[in-house]
């Protein structure tokens, strides 16, 4: 069981927790993006893809967001759990399951939260048939594709592990448009 404050604890952490499969690539600790800085990123491009016509009319804006937002709140717990880490999917969800029940189990008024994060963790990959995960499931890949980009820009490194092939990440063609369209602006800059 948790409480607001240790919630709060577990936000706070986020901000200051580095995404690792940027420093597994190469790039400096201190200068990539945070775990939570990654949960607004994926939230942000859920309205403005929702504000320009890329997401689907059928999928409710409220629980995108919130689902964006508290995506990755168990790595509060977990930390950042990467392929790299050798962490079956099997294991992985069993672990997050558990960190979003410890910091999501008893809130007042968390209930639905939990209930969607729980399921969203346990269908991983692109099989959930709930519409919302589906889309924050590939919010959040199209959030690290387009990160990996900007990484590319500013340090010369490649990335294209994160970005050579998005339909592996997305299936819904808008997106894939979507994408397509940041990356041929990227690249004629």
Known sequence: MSDNLSLLEA?????HLPRKGWVEHGLDAGKVESVGSHAFGT???????????YLPKNVP???VLVLALFHDIVES????ITPASKVTPEKKASLELD???KLLGGIPGMAAVQHDLEAFIATPGKGSTDPVHSIVKQLDKLDMMIQSL???????????DFNNDP?????????????DSILKRICLE
């Open 150 to 160: 900007f990484y590319e820009q500013s340090t010369g490194k490649p990335l294209s």
């Open 43 to 53: 939230a942000a491009l859920a309205v403005i893809l929702k504000e320009t016509g």
């Open 167 to 179: 339909g592996k990440y997305l299936v819904d063609k808008k997106l894939l448009a979507f994408f």
């Open 11 to 15: 936000i706070h952490a986020l901000k």
């Open 99 to 101: 960190a979003a029940r």
């Open 61 to 63: 804006l409220e629980r």
């Open 77 to 80: 717990l977990t930390g950042d």
